[in-house]
């Protein structure tokens, strides 16, 4: 899975409809409003690295409402969450 992390700087009074047309998006996972230098901060998630540029350049960069973006690849993730889910599988209720 190859995960990119999208900021986004769009129209202030369309941020919330911006969102949920990005929310709404094949290979987006993840959309979040922020506060700081960008409006939201989109997750895209894919199977194959040719796709990032189909759901970023391809759908997210035309969502009207959207001034500009910058994207971010990741390489690898650090997460205690995701460790701790892993870790945890078939553990449940085994007091």
Same mark, same amino acid.
């Given at each position: 899975?190859?995960? %990119?992390?999208?900021?986004? +700087? ?18 987006? %996972? =993840?959309? $979040? +409003?922020? *506060? ?8 895209? /998630?894919?199977? =194959?690295?040719?796709?990032? *540029?189909?759901?970023?350049?391809? /759908?997210? %960069? ?13 390489? /690898?993730? $650090? %997460?205690?969450?995701?460790? #701790?889910?892993?870790? +945890? ?5 085994? #007091?």
């Amino acid at each position: 899975m190859i995960t %990119s992390i999208v900021m986004i +700087s769009c129209e202030t009074d369309l941020i919330p409809e911006v969102a949920q047309t990005l929310a709404d998006l094949p290979g987006v %996972s =993840e959309v $979040y +409003s922020t *506060a700081g230098n960008v409006d939201l901060i989109a997750i895209v /998630r894919v199977h =194959e690295f040719e796709e990032i *540029a189909e759901v970023i350049a391809g /759908r997210i %960069s035309k969502v009207p409402g959207i001034v500009d973006t910058e994207t971010h690849i990741a390489f /690898r993730a $650090y %997460s205690r969450h995701d460790l #701790d889910a892993a870790f +945890s599988i078939g553990l449940e209720g085994t #007091d």
